[in-house]
């Protein structure tokens, strides 16, 4: 881990103590490089701009500021501002915590920049931020080997950059990523920061430890292949559910028919059973009729012949 302690002025209010390390320990780990000497963080209250302060000003490559309703209201802060552009210091303003300056409150003169603060609360702003510090400090150009011949990245995706699963830079899109390898061979990975199952390997020779090398990485026709690829997939997936679908709506149909056939079979079982039942009623009452007509005429003649045989008898 490199130390810039001695490059770098941190300057903020007392009450933003905390903020203020959480922050910069933030910037270590990612930077791989100390921010800070160990007692950047004792300031007291009433602070004082002695002359190993003041020493300490000059001799910095960055005067970061941290900007908050705390510091605003700090005397001693707007000394050290002072003192900073006096001597023309590289000021990184940046604002810190929930507010800054509400709307109606005079902003203090001290603080007129001419470039506009970074706000840590804002992604796109702090990653402006930390891009500003490593150019500044030379970080971009350091990462990977102490010293060596410098290597040129172009990439057409953003993309981390890793040798033997280590990982050295942040490659972004179209810009000259640089990093510094030893003389030797190297392997290279590549990994979109958009799809981390995007990657390409790339070996590379360096031949001295003085030269300058140029690597153009495309990551790009690897998405495209992949989104093509998702997208085949996806359409098979939507293929075989629009079969499945229209298989459940066939079984659907089939179930359904075969439930109105079973119907059909069963009301033309009990027609046919009301018809039988009809045809036997029908013959019961023909049978009646019948035999209500021959009756009478069997009693006519059989009285008469009874009569007349047991009048013989007797």
Request: glycine share 4%.
């Amino acid at each position: 881990m490199k130390d810039f302690s001695d490059k770098i002025f941190l300057c903020y209010a007392w009450e933003d103590t905390a903020e203020v390390k959480r922050i910069v320990t933030d910037w270590e780990n990612e930077l791989d490089a100390q921010m800070a000497s160990p007692d950047a963080f004792t300031i007291k209250n009433k602070f004082e701009a002695d002359e190993k302060t003041l020493r300490q000003i000059e001799d910095a490559s960055i005067f970061i500021l941290f900007i908050s309703n705390a510091s605003k209201k700090t005397d001693y802060v707007k000394d050290f501002i002072v003192r900073a552009q006096n001597i023309n210091k590289n000021i990184l303003p940046v604002e810190i915590g929930k507010n800054y300056f509400p709307l109606g409150n005079s902003m203090p003169a001290e603080f007129s920049f001419r470039t506009k603060p970074y706000s840590y609360n804002d992604k796109d702003s702090r990653a402006k931020l930390l891009a500003q510090l490593k150019a500044t400090l030379g970080i971009n150009i350091e990462n990977g080997d102490e010293f060596g011949s410098l290597v040129h990245i172009v990439t057409d995706m953003n993309a981390i950059v890793l040798r033997y699963g280590q990982r050295l830079e942040t490659a972004k899109v179209n810009e000259d990523n640089k990093i510094r390898l030893k003389k030797g061979m190297h392997l290279l990975d590549f990994v979109s920061e958009d799809d981390l199952d995007i990657r390409c390997s790339m070996p590379c020779e360096v031949k001295d430890n003085e030269g300058e090398l140029f690597l153009n990485v495309s990551l790009a026709e690897l998405y495209r292949k992949k989104e093509e690829e998702r997208k085949v997939a996806e359409m098979k997936a939507k293929v075989r559910m629009q079969q499945a679908e229209e298989q459940y709506r066939k079984e659907l149909l089939e179930q359904q028919r075969a439930k109105e056939e079973e119907e059909e079979r069963r009301i033309a079982r009990v027609q046919k059973e009301q018809q039988e039942k009809s045809g036997m009623s029908g013959c019961a009452i023909f049978f009646i009729i019948i035999l209500g007509i021959a009756l009478p005429f069997t009693l006519i003649f059989t009285i008469p012949y009874l009569i007349y045989k047991y009048s013989n008898k007797k």
